[in-house]
Each structure stands twice: as structure tokens, then as C-alpha cells.
């Protein structure tokens, strides 16, 4: 059992069974549930029933595991030492002059002075702040938890993959009756596969189960040598013992035609081929070394692309639709092509994706139906995000030629009809209310990129931004091998996203914005504050607070110890501590391969948080503030401003017309999805759930 696991997805926590003996007081209990309430959670009643049964000591264990993993949820493991230490009066009350000769000395002394303050009393934090509630869980429960990650319609995270890990080391052969019967999502297979071939003895049947396609098999030596799943970039293949090779060798020799498959990713395999000897076991298994010999070779080969590509340019679309329909997921995505191509054939090919809908993937089928829905709209950018470990965002200009609103509302018909019919044969679900907001949460399609984070959600999705005066950013950090600065910046755009402030490292006090100063080095752990008033950003008409890091001393975020950043929702800007627990909203691990990152966006006309997590790439030379990067932050936000994506409301609409009935309110609802119940943090139970 790991109640740290189970806390962090679900909020829910594993009591141990009783002592024999007496309950404990009361008061011991209480104690329990005061010391979680300034880190912003309190016991469900039956968590509150289940503690009282326990002994002294099983309490006491209990308790010493649950505040570890709050604080450090929270980011409140690590003390929080800001420059000025009675921010943010103390920034304000301060001249220019004075804030510049601190900032002089501080990098004169190579961040090792710093401004002589006289720390002052705080008010006691007077903000009302909801409280989370911890809940009871069960072991059964928990052990679903394994299914519904690796069962996951979308690539997992790092933190995904870190707890699929754990659950299948610590079961071992165990692990078998918590597979799933199915694992849609191929990067996840692969992933699943290697840990079964580290920590199990019985992982050939899963092999021979999911490894369907030569992809499939370069996916597992990938996992074997610790590479990127997605294939977005090369891996070095490490040696493989004899016992691997035969395994891998043998996935492809029973495979009926894996050249074409293996042609897509030429130079990979040629070098896999170098770890694999296929020569040497020729006898064993004739078809991979066959396949490897047409590679070697550049031996002629007409592989199905080609043939599609080939039809297109001649503008043969019937040519084009017969190959496609024998491969309905490539027909999806080539669609929009094949209705520009040739309008006389529009009908051929809507006819064609009707027939072959229903053998389409629940995702594309999704992103088909948003693509087509918001065809015939103005939308200046088409927004990308490409595939690979790091976050990125890119928006080029809409210019796909117009189409019909009839063609396209086929599409979207047909998508619709498809989808009901699936869900439909999935367990009723009562009366369902569906909150609107939800319109506002992106459908998560890839996690792989994701950081670690408090809460989750799909990259460009607009959460509700709390009741509250002031928004406080932060990060923590601490040194790598050598001296570490890490800026935190605010960059204020107007509606139309042009640039109107930032506050900053050079800039630390303007209107509406506050900087608790500029740390350039930190051998213990250093933090960084921003306040962003948002009566006074809106009274200059600002519209977008963007929330930027920039690794000044030019180490990427993967390289050091840790590194942490958020913000949190204040009311009373100067009461309380400055790094209130319970005031975060968002805390998210900063562990890429970059020197820039953008967690997020305040959108404060519309009161919402645009959820970001992107990183930026650049010269590393040039790229270490937020004015050298402001061309890709700005172009960033207005992508995120603009995408069109499937989201949660129609997800959700769409199962509940399969598999239930629609009601106005929650209260007359046997299933509820709503931002209130946390419905758009359970990724997993989303991906694995709603999307197969």
C-alpha cells in the first residue's frame, strides 16, 4: 500500500486495521485534523471514525506519513526566504533608489549578501480558504487505481509512468490480476511491457498479446534502453543479453508483413538492427532477418503511404479512398485533405468515413468531430502541440481553404452517431447532470509532457479563478552543481496581447504588480514572489498576466535538485504568512529540459486560469528574460487563447445521450460530473473511462 500514491490521485487515504485494545480519546484525533487545517485539509467523517479506532502508536505513524506528504503537496517542506522578508509592504514602501544599491550588492557579494531586515510580526492569515476533504479509502480501491493509469486512452506522464512502476515492482508476478483486458494507448503498452520483463517472471504472454506491430516491438526496445516512447527523438539502443534479443526478434518474426511497418522508422531500426545481430539468428528467425535485409539494402518496397501519397498528388481521391478504407485511423486523419482534393468525390469519401467510423479510436474520433464542428469559424491560428518529453505549443496561420458547413456537419454527424452508439454499450448511468463549465476543460489526448503537479489538467483549459484580491506567484529553488538564479516574471498583455508591463528582476514594483527581489544564488533553497493586484491591472486595461520562469545562469530545469513553482489566491495581501499552504491553487514540479517555462495564464477580465505548463526554446545565449523570449510568450498565449479542442461538456453530454438521461440540476442527478466534484482533475479515470 502507498498512502502517498493514493493521497496525491485521489485524496483519499488507507487506514490500518485496529489494534485490540481500547479507542483512543478524542482529543488525539482532533489534534490530527487541527495540525492538516493550516495546509488546507480537514478528515472526512468516516476517515474521522476509522483514526479514533486505531492505537496511540498506529496514529502516530499515520500522521508523521500524512503531514510529509501534505507539505510537500503544497511546497511547504521547504522554508520560504524571500529577499525582503516582510513582502510585500515592505517592496512598496521602499524608494527606488533603495531597491537598486540592495539589488547592486547583493550581485556584487555573488548573491551572498543580502538587504539587513528587521523581520515584523504578521497578522494572522484572516482570508477564507475552502478546505479539501481527505477521504477513507479501501484496498480494492486503491489496486484500481494501477488499471485505470495503464488503461489510459492518452500517453502517461512522468509521474504516471513513476507510479505504474511502483505498483508493478512492488506486486511482482502479483501484478497479473490487476492488468486490464485491454491497452489502448501504444506508448503505454511498451512502458507496461518493459517493467513486466524487469520485475516479473511471466511477461512473455503479454508480449505476445500486445505486441500486434513492428512499432510495437521497436516500442519495447526503446523501453528496455530508457527512450522517448512517442519516437519524437532517436535513443541509443543499449546491448541487449542474448535472452532479449531472441525475444525481440522472435515479436517481429511472427508478424506477417512487418517491412512497411518497419520502413516507417528506417533508421531506427537499422540501428536496432546493430544491437540485434538478426544475421546471427537467421535460422531461428527467418521473416526478421528478411526484414532486416530489405532495410540493410535499401531493397525496392511500395509501402501503403506511398500509395496514398501517390493518388493525392494526382488528385485520384478514389484511389486514395480505397487504400485509406482499409486503414480507418489514417482515413480520419487525412479527411480534410481528401474533401478539399476533389469536390466532385466529397460525397465518396463522407460516405466512406461513415462506413468506417465505427473503426476509428475514441480520441481521433473526438478531435475529427471538434475539427469539423469549428471548420466553417475565423479562427486565425491552427494551434500543434508536437509529440516528445517537452511541452511545447506552436500556432501558425489559419489558412486551410474554406468548406462547406454541410459537408462538415456530416462529419460532425457522423462522429456523434458513432460515438453514442459505442458508449451505449457501456453501464447505464442513471440521470446525469453535466455542469457547463466544463466547456471550459480540455479533453486530456497526451500527459507525456506533464509535470508533477498539485492538480492537473489538459494543457488550454480555463479554470475558475477563486474570489480574491491579489494573486501571489512563487518559486523555489535550489543551486545545481554550481550557483543557480532562477527569475520569476509577470508579463502584463492587453486584450489584443500587446505588451503593457512586467514585473520583474528589473522592474520590481509598478502598477498592480510587487517582486519580493531578486535572488541570484542559492546554496539552501531561495524563493521569489510576485503580487498582481487585479483591480489595478484591470484599471490599465490589462486583460493577460502571464506567469514566466527564466533560468538566468542558463541550467536547464531537469538539472537541479528541485525546483518548484505555483500561486496562490490572496484576499489580504499582508496577513498571514507570504507562502500560505493552504492559500495554493496550483504547484507544479519544474523538471524539463529547458530554460524557459510558462506554467500559466491569468485571464482576470474573464476571471478564469488558462492552463499552460509549456516550456519555450531559444538561444541560450539570448533566451534569460522575459524581454528576449516576449515573441514566443506572446505567441504561445494567443495560441492557448485559441485552440480548439475537444472538451469535457461534450464528453460527458455524449455518454450520457448512450447511456442515461440528461437533467437541469445536480440534485436530481445519480451521476454528477462538475468542476465542483474535482470531475476535470481525475485524468486517469477520464482517459481510461470515458475515452475507450
Known amino acids: 500500500m502507498n498512502n502517498s500514491l493514493y493521497l496525491r490521485r485521489q485524496k483519499k487515504i488507507l487506514v490500518p486495521p485496529p489494534d485490540d485494545g481500547p479507542s483512543i480519546p478524542p482529543n488525539y484525533v482532533a489534534a490530527v485534523v487541527k495540525n492538516i487545517e493550516p495546509l488546507g485539509y480537514v478528515f472526512s467523517e468516516p476517515l474521522i471514525e476509522a483514526c479514533r479506532r486505531l492505537s496511540l502508536d498506529q496514529l502516530t505513524d499515520l500522521y508523521h506519513q500524512l503531514i510529509v506528504n501534505l507539505k510537500q503537496g503544497k511546497g511547504a517542506h521547504r522554508k520560504h526566504r524571500p529577499m525582503y522578508p516582510n513582502f510585500p509592504s515592505q517592496v512598496m514602501e521602499m524608494s527606488q533608489g533603495e531597491l537598486y544599491l540592495n539589488a547592486i550588492i547583493h550581485y556584487l557579494s555573488g548573491g551572498r549578501l543580502l538587504p539587513r531586515s528587521q523581520l515584523k510580526e504578521r497578522f494572522p492569515l484572516i482570508d477564507a480558504t475552502k478546505l479539501e ?75 505476445q498479446r500486445y505486441c500486434r506491430t513492428a512499432t510495437d516491438v521497436l516500442r519495447l526496445a526503446v523501453a528496455l534502453s530508457d527512450g522517448d516512447l512517442s519516437l519524437a527523438t532517436g535513443t541509443r539502443f543499449r546491448s541487449f543479453a542474448r535472452a532479449e534479443r531472441r525475444l525481440l526478434l522472435g515479436l517481429v518474426d511472427q508478424l506477417p508483413q512487418p517491412v512497411e511497418d518497419m520502413l516507417r522508422w528506417k533508421g531506427r531500426w537499422v540501428r536496432l538492427g546493430e544491437r540485434l545481430h538478426p544475421g546471427e539468428y537467421a535460422n531461428a528467425f527467418p521473416r526478421a532477418a528478411e526484414a532486416f535485409g530489405v532495410l540493410r539494402n535499401d531493397l525496392p518496397y511500395t509501402t501503403f503511404n506511398s500509395q496514398v501519397e501517390q493518388a493525392l498528388v494526382q488528385q485520384d481521391v478514389a484511389q486514395a ?42 480520441p481521433v474520433l473526438l478531435q475529427v468531430r471538434q475539427h469539423f464542428r469549428a471548420r466553417s469559424a475565423s479562427a486565425k491560428l491552427r494551434v500543434f502541440f508536437p509529440k516528445g518529453s517537452l511541452a511545447r505549443a506552436y500556432g501558425i496561420p489559419n489558412e486551410l481553404p474554406p468548406l462547406s458547413e454541410q459537408v462538415a456537419s456530416k462529419i460532425v ?52 479563478l477563486p474570489s480574491c484580491k491579489t494573486l501571489r506567484f512563487f518559486v523555489w529553488w535550489k543551486n545545481g552543481q554550481e550557483r543557480t538564479d532562477i527569475d520569476l516574471s509577470a508579463v502584463l498583455l492587453d486584450e489584443d496581447f500587446n505588451y503593457v508591463d512586467v514585473v520583474s528582476y528589473y522592474n520590481l514594483k509598478n502598477y498592480g504588480g510587487c517582486h519580493s527581489g531578486d535572488i541570484v544564488n542559492a546554496p539552501k533553497g531561495a524563493s521569489e514572489f510576485i503580487d498582481i493586484t487585479l483591480d489595478k491591472v484591470l484599471e490599465r486595461n490589462v486583460r493577460y498576466v502571464v506567469m514566466t520562469l527564466h533560468s538566468f545562469t542558463q541550467q536547464p530545469y531537469c538539472e537541479l535538485p528541485e525546483c518548484f513553482a505555483g500561486w496562490m489566491a490572496r484576499a489580504h495581501a499582508n496577513s498571514g504568512e507570504i507562502y500560505e499552504p493552504r492559500a495554493v491553487q496550483d504547484r507544479l514540479d519544474l523538471t524539463a529540459d529547458t530554460r524557459v517555462a510558462i506554467p500559466l495564464v491569468m485571464d482576470v477580465l474573464a476571471e478564469k486560469v488558462i492552463w499552460c505548463d509549456i516550456a519555450l526554446r531559444g538561444d541560450p545565449n539570448w533566451c534569460n528574460n522575459v524581454h528576449t523570449t516576449f515573441r514566443g510568450i506572446n505567441v504561445t498565449v494567443r495560441a492557448l487563447t485559441e485552440l480548439n479542442k475537444p472538451n469535457l461538456y461534450d464528453l460527458f453530454r455524449l455518454h450520457a445521450l448512450a447511456r442515461g438521461e440528461l437533467v437541469e440540476t445536480p440534485e436530481l442527478a445519480e451521476t454528477v460530473f462538475s468542476v465542483e466534484n474535482g470531475t476535470p482533475f481525475r485524468q486517469e479515470e477520464i482517459a481510461s473511462g470515458y475515452m475507450q
Open 413 to 464: 454527424n457522423s462522429c456523434e452517431l458513432t460515438l453514442i452508439e459505442r458508449f451505449g454499450s457501456l453501464p447505464s448511468l442513471g440521470k446525469v447532470y453535466v455542469d457547463p463549465t466544463l466547456r471550459d476543460f480540455l479533453i486530456p489526448h497526451s500527459a507525456r509532457s506533464a509535470s508533477r503537479s498539485y492538480r492537473t489538467a489538459a494543457r488550454g483549459s480555463r479554470l475558475p
Open 321 to 362: 479512398l480505397r487504400c485509406l478504407k482499409t486503414r480507418p485511423g489514417f482515413l480520419a486523419r487525412r479527411l480534410d485533405h481528401l474533401l478539399r482534393a476533389n469536390a466532385p468525390e466529397q460525397d465518396a469519401v463522407l460516405e466512406a468515413f461513415a462506413e468506417r467510423a465505427p473503426q476509428v479510436s475514441t
Open 133 to 207: 476533504i481527505i477521504k477513507l479509502g479501501s484496498e480494492a480501491d486503491f489496486e484500481r487505481l494501477f488499471g485505470q493509469i495503464i488503461s489510459s486512452n492518452t500517453s502517461l506522464s512522468e509521474q504516471d509512468r513513476e507510479d505504474v512502476e511502483w505498483f508493478v515492482r512492488t506486486y511482482g508476478d502479483g501484478i497479473e490480476r490487476l492488468l486490464p483486458e485491454r491497452v489502448p494507448q501504444k506508448e503505454n503498452m511498451a512502458f507496461l511491457a518493459g517493467l513486466l520483463l524487469r520485475h516479473t517472471t511471466r511477461a512473455f504472454d503479454f508480449l
